[in-house]
Structure formats: C-alpha cells, structure tokens
C-alpha cells in the first residue's frame, strides 16, 4: 500500500515517473474516447471537509476517465470536532470498501493521521492539508512548466504572495528542488513563515528586482479567511507592492510564463490583464491537473511502479 502525502516524498525518479506518465495520459485527452478501462472495479473517494473547485472536480474526471467508481463526500458543516469526524468517517469508508481515498482537510496534517491511523487500507492522497502541503497541484504546475520549458534544471521560479498560508508554494518548494529549478519566494516580510530559511529556496521582498530573471512567475492568492481578521499590508498596498499588473508583465523575458493555483482574485495578486494574457498559463494549469492526478490514481492503484509516498 502506499500514499502521495508529500511533495517531499517524492524522488526524482517518483516526480518524473508521475509527469511521464500523465504526458502519456494526456496525450489521449485530444483522441475520441477518452476512457481507459485501467482502474474499472475500484472504488476512489473524494473527501473534501474544505472547500474546492479545481481539485475534486480535477480527482473526480481523472478517477472517471480510468474508469474508477467515484464517490463524493463533502463534510462541510459536519458539527463533529475534525479528529473525530475524522475517525468516523474513515470507518465508513473501508466499511465501502474504498480502494483510494482523496482528502482535502483544513488541519495540516489530517492525510497522514488518516493513512497512519490503521482506520482504512486505502491509498490515501494529499489534496491539501490545512496550510502544509498540496502535493498534485505542485505535480501539475511542474508538468505545466516542462511543457512550456522542457527540463526544469537551473530554471528560476518565482512564487509570489502570500507564502505564509499556502500549501501550495511548500509543495511547490520541495517538488521543484527535487527537479534542479532555483525557486524564489517572494512576499511582504509579514507573509514568510517561521521556518522558511529551512526551505530550499531563496527569499526576497523585491517582486520587481525578482521579475526580469525568472522564467516562471507563479502567483498565489492571499488567503485572508485563514488570517483571523487581520490582514497587513492592506490589500491596496499590498497589490501596488506585490500584484502583477501589465506594467510588471513587461519586464518579464519573452518566453516567461505566468501562472496560478486559483482560485483567483483579479485585481489583488494579479490583474484581469495579465490572467488573460498570452504569458499566463492558468487555464491550461487546470486542463493538466486531471492528466496529473490520472497518473497519480494509475501509479497508486493500478500501475507495477510506485509514485512514492510511504509504505
Ligand atoms: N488549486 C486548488 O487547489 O483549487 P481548489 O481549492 O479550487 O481545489
């Protein structure tokens, strides 16, 4: 049995395996029938106790394209405490007989307590956990980058925002060291979290000394329901200091890309401009997401090759 829990479990051989395989996979996304009968008798659960667009929807397709039974489950509004609703629910799912389970939790940490707990058999995958880790977006956004710039060694990411509470910038962090590229966060000094200078990456608070070397400018939101009320800079500054509008598009270099994990506030992190210039590649970070998290289900429940993950 085995799990994706971590971008940082991943090898190089484990990440280019996954990208591999879903290049493999979304090849044939463009041929008249779509499905593969890869995973048909198996039973994926997506187990959302946080909200999602993108990701379920994204699990949903990519479980249904290799065939795969599908059951949503959306604990939202569940009045049980998170450990035990946890717990309970996870029961219910090996009583189903889940063979992979696909959890978003808003407490860091709740993949691993479900796929460490012996409450379920099943695979279990990290669809975001609190502020920690979102493995398959990381995945995806790799495989984004190395359509448009091939291999990743040497390349310089810039992840810009509101690091402190994303998932996303710490998966991206550990996945894009392990592929070579030279990752830079940049933020407001309010936003770093405690800890960064452990991370493998540079930091800066200068968005526009950063912009004219990076080859991939990845921006994510400022996640202002996790800030309990407070929130500095306020947002006009914060979106003259650090949002990217047409003005600091034009310093980028010609083959630059721009990309974001959504969701989106336009006119905050990134203006309309930019998200729907030819650089951005955001509606194509979507597309990729189900060929990725088609690889992941494949590798996990159906392929001879490990993703990665714990035993
Ligand atoms: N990128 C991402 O995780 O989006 P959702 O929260 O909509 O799933």
Redesign the pocket.
Known sequence: KRHLLSAGDLSRDDAELVLSTAAELRSLADRPIKKLPALRGRTVVNLFF?????????FEAAAKRLSADVINFSAKGSSLSKGESLKDTALTLEAMGADAVVV?HGASGAPHRLAHSGWVRSSVVN??DGTHE?PT?ALLDAFTMTRHLGKLDGRRVAIVGDVLHSR?ARSNALLLATLGAEVTLVAPPTLFPVGVETWPVETSYDLDAVLPKADVVMMLRVQRERMNGGFFPTPREYSRRYGLDGRRMATLQDHTIVMH???MVRGMEISAEVADSDRSVIVEQVTN?VAVRMAVLYLLLGGAQPVGGDE
């Open positions: 946080e909200d999602s667009t993108r990701t379920r929807i994204s978003r669809a975001g979102h977006q996303v994990p959504g969701p997401g």
